[in-house]
T-cell receptor
Framework: NAGVTQTPKFRVLKTGQSMTLLCAQD?????MYWYRQDPGMGLRLIHY???????AKGEVPDGYNVSRLKKQNFLLGLESAAPSQTSVYFC????????????FGPGTRLTVT | GEDVEQSLFLSVREGDSSVINCTYT??????LYWYKQEPGAGLQLLTY?????DMKQDQRLTVLLNKKDKHLSLRIADTQTGDSAIYFC??????????????FGRGTSLIVHP
């Protein structure tokens, strides 16, 4: 199993450009999440999904949109990037069994100039 | 406050014990977790404890849970330089919709000196 993968690993955008980050998991997990990590701020939840076709807002959803058209994929979109969205983005997934342990992807480092 | 709280830095000498403390917020959390993040990588589960337990031991790791004070700690015995990383405490309270959405602390950077 590849676990949780994220595409791309790095990206530089200009202010106002758009992009989509792709997260894929091959563990048949029901829940998927997008976080951003900034120095000293820990992990902040952007959006999450409890199943195919459903999404919900997290702590910092403004400026982002998400879609979960397939169970294994969770897309994060930035329609008009701003410098404040410079961050490292992590995707995670988990199942509802056992300890609800989250599995994280390796991250996407995004810089908006 | 409403945040999961943990100190930001801890520095220890190789071979000593490390203790990382955390205060969580929601007593209805079923599980409490410690995740480890190495440089340039995502988080990885280190250990977890079920809410009806007081202690869990796993090789060099000991987790203590005080539900009355909502306090969680992680002790690493015989700390090694390879233990240098950021350690995140997390809880998973139920939401009004019946989901369990984890909440993370800001992370404690553990620095191990030779």
């Amino acid at each position: 199993n590849a676990g949780v993968t994220q595409t791309p690993k790095f990206r530089v955008l200009k202010t106002g450009q758009s992009m989509t980050l792709l997260c894929a998991q091959d563990m048949n997990h029901e829940y998927m999440y997008w976080y951003r990590q900034d120095p000293g701020m820990g992990l902040r939840l952007i959006h999450y999904s409890v199943g195919e076709g459903t999404t919900a807002k997290g702590e910092v959803p403004d400026g982002y949109n998400v879609s979960r058209l397939k169970k294994q994929n969770f897309l994060l979109g930035l329609e008009s990037a701003a410098p404040s969205q410079t961050s490292v983005y992590f995707c995670a997934s988990n199942t509802l069994a056992e300890s609800y342990e989250q599995y994280f992807g390796p991250g996407t480092r995004l810089t908006v100039t | 406050g409403e945040d999961v709280e943990q100190s930001l830095f801890l520095s220890v000498r190789e071979g000593d014990s490390s203790v990382i403390n955390c205060t969580y917020t929601d007593s209805s959390s079923t599980y409490l977790y410690w995740y480890k993040q190495e440089p340039g990588a995502g988080l990885q589960l280190l250990t977890y404890i079920f809410s009806n337990m007081d202690m869990k031991q796993d090789q060099r790791l000991t987790v203590l849970l005080n539900k009355k004070d909502k306090h969680l700690s992680l002790r690493i015995a015989d700390t090694q330089t390879g233990d240098s990383a950021i350690y995140f405490c997390a809880e998973n309270p139920p939401t009004s919709g019946g989901s369990y959405i984890p909440t993370f602390g800001r992370g404690t950077s553990l620095i191990v000196h030779p």
